[in-house]
């Protein structure tokens, strides 16, 4: 624990009381490239989700990704090793379903592939393409980088005759191996609020409706989980926000001085290396019952 940082009072006796996991997946237990190809796991971070499965707590992985449908995401997760069930894999998308259900949507111009347009699909919703003339409640933007002029212009006027503007994520960067990678969602749904002057609601990471998400496919109140990432903009504020358990990795976009100086509001209660070292204390612990 040399390089273990405690942010409150009794983070390890929240830890060791935690009913469940929500893991980021770039930079926390994965790295790839800018396409999300190439993905290897980090240390410890097959065996940490092993010991999650032998005792029985549940986890969910939650990449702010969406470039595939989660269903697939959890594919090439167990071709590198990792024993993910389908439903233990979340996107944007998962939570997206469930603002958009909560808000009366059901026409929805989604700005993005496959991997927003075949989970809301699948749960009933009718996704109609961004060109011209088409009507919708909402726009969701996403992993998009064929992104085009008209596709520009389709969702301003769907914004215009009503829509509301929802985006996969406002964090202008992911974790890549070698670095960082740009993502589209921030950068699409800037230019259509630029342009309309319309709020944009987040249904990814850090949204207290994804943590709400995952915390419904987990079954437990967020004050009862634990939140593991490596973004300081993501992972930590949204725990913060559900009153859940903040534990920051360093492998991905946040180092060991990345939450230096920020108010108590922004920083996580545990600061470790990685998940190996988080797995380490967990099986501490676990020594100790």
Known sequence: MKNTTLRDPD??????DARGFVFDMDGTLVLGDRQNHGLRPLPGAVAITSWAAARGLPFVVFTNGTTRPPAHYARIMRDIGFGLPDEAMMTPASSAVRVLGRHGHQRIMVLGGPGLTEPLREAGLEVVPPEAGVRADAVLAGWFPEFTMPALEAACHAVWGGAELYTASQTPFFAVAGGRA??????ISAMIKSLTGCAVRVVGKPSLDALRSAADRLG???AWLAVVGDDPALEVPMAHRGRSLAIAVGTGLGGAAAYDGLPAARRPHLQVRGVDELLAILTRQDSMR
Do not use: I
Not at 182 to 187: D, F, P, Q
């Open 11 to 16: 983070p390890l006796a929240r830890l060791r």
């Open 182 to 187: 740009l993502g589209t969602s921030r950068a």
């Open 220 to 222: 437990a109140s967020p």
